[in-house]
């Protein structure tokens, strides 16, 4: 597993600083504060206490509880140097994207839930030609993309979309902007999937999640430019699905 990381939002990066190749260890979670803070470690017990009670039983470091910072993964081993939670991303999926050419294997992004970051995420990777699946059902971003594409081009029901989400996302003024931002970016996302066709959903409500395989595999067997035609039959018996297997065979005789 690779994970990358904002640079800036690390805690105690200036420890790492110049490390190219070379190796630093990193205190627990109530060393880390104290010296992000600034204060003895005795100090730092009394600011987060509740939490220093809590995360300081483990000796790793556990993610920090500050929405600004988080303490480091002892297997984090690249970082992206931005300023902000989700400037990673853009290098994040480019990475995915490189890695799986030179692999030569696909890639699909599955949406559970998320925030505005996952927005973003999708936003990139359709942008980018990766196929995305939603799980309808599973609230936060998710569901409220979904709702979207199924209203896209239809007035009335953008406006009752509109009128539902933003009361869950506009909770006070200061929410106003991103609540902007998330629309630009749906109908940005809107704008691909009617070209390009890159997402799908399904509701788990709906179906077991058993199915969550087929779902997966029919969102990079659609893909053209991920899957020829001999290798959406070959990963259909790979995984072992007659009817998908069928309707592979069906489109290649016509």
Partial sequence: MVGISTWASVMGKDRL?????GTREMGAFREALAHFLGVPTATASSVLPSA????????TPQPCVCALHATLSPTVTKFDNNTRWGGEIPMRVMLEKLYCERRRVPRVLLVVNGGPGTLQTVRESVMGGCPVVLVSDSGG???CLADFLKAAGKESALQSWKKKYEAEYVKKKDDRPKWDKIQRAMQEIAAVQEKEKKISSFALS???????????LNAVINDD?????????????QWNRKEVVQSVMLNLRT
Avoid: P
């Avoid at 220093?52 to 000796?59: A, G, L, N, Q, S």
């Avoid at 077991?208 to 997966?216: E, F, M, P, Q, R």
């Fill in 141 to 143: 971003i998710a569901t």
């Fill in 225 to 237: 430019t991920q899957c020829r035609a001999g290798t959406r039959l070959q990963l259909a018996v």
């Fill in 17 to 21: 600083e110049g490390c190219y190749g």
């Fill in 52 to 59: 220093i009670e809590r995360i300081t039983k483990v000796d």
């Fill in 206 to 216: 709906e179906t077991s999640t058993a199915a969550l395989d087929l779902h997966v």
